[in-house]
T-cell receptor, first 113, second 112 residues
């Protein structure tokens, strides 16, 4: 059982480049999330999707867009990468937002130079 | 708005000593509460959770936490630390319809 799968695991971008982080879950969960983790800051919510067809901004949405492609997949796009977006990105999913624990992927380590 | 505060960004204990990691939440209604552990270069793994019912919650690897509404706390404890417990620990909370909100994390170091 794969759980939550993120691709790629590592990425280096130049300032101004764009990229999409992919996330897929095989647990038939309704809710999916994108977080970023920075030293001393914990995990901060970028966007989440409580159910297929809905997305909502989190604490730090600026510079990002998301797409809930179907129930399994939730992608995060950086349209014009900036050095401030250097971080580790985690995708997570849960059965229902606010009622159960979230399950996390292994993370994507992104460096913007 | 809900928030989670972890007291102490770094806690050091000796092997065999008591582990106590502190977490306080701020919420207008009692939230659901979670502790996660993160080992280096890995994702987050659920240690334990409190939703409703018994306020003393037992988790994996010998950890437990007690929900105290009067103190708005959910501290994590383990009677005897092991070297393998060295990791970063995150307290988190959510409410109906919302995403998990995390504290800033506490790094646990265990010395022999």
């Amino acid at each position: 059982n794969a759980g939550v799968t993120q691709t790629p695991k590592f990425q280096v971008l130049k300032t101004g480049q764009s990229m999409t982080l992919q996330c897929a879950q095989d647990m038939n969960h309704n809710s999916m999330y994108w977080y970023r983790q920075d030293p001393g800051m914990g995990l901060r919510l970028i966007y989440y999707s409580a159910s297929e067809g809905t997305t909502d901004k989190g604490e730090v949405p600026n510079g990002y867009n998301v797409s809930r492609l179907n129930k399994r997949e939730f992608s995060l796009r950086l349209e014009s990468a900036a050095p401030s977006q250097t971080s580790v990105y985690f995708c997570a999913s849960s059965g229902a937002a606010g009622y159960t624990e979230a399950f996390f992927g292994q993370g994507t380590r992104l460096t913007v130079v | 708005a809900q928030s989670v505060t972890q007291l102490g960004s770094h806690v050091s204990v000796s092997e065999g000593a008591l582990v106590l990691l502190r977490c306080n939440y701020s919420s207008s209604v009692p939230p659901y509460l979670f502790w996660y552990v993160q080992y280096p270069n890995q994702g987050l793994q659920l240690l334990l959770k409190y939703t409703t019912g018994a306020t003393l919650v037992k988790g994996i690897n010998g950890f437990e936490a007690e929900f105290k509404k009067s103190e708005t706390s959910f501290h994590l404890t383990k009677p005897s630390a092991h070297m393998s417990d060295a990791a970063e620990y995150f307290c988190a909370s959510n409410q109906a319809g919302t995403a998990l909100i995390f504290g800033k994390g506490t790094t646990l170091s265990v010395s022999s």
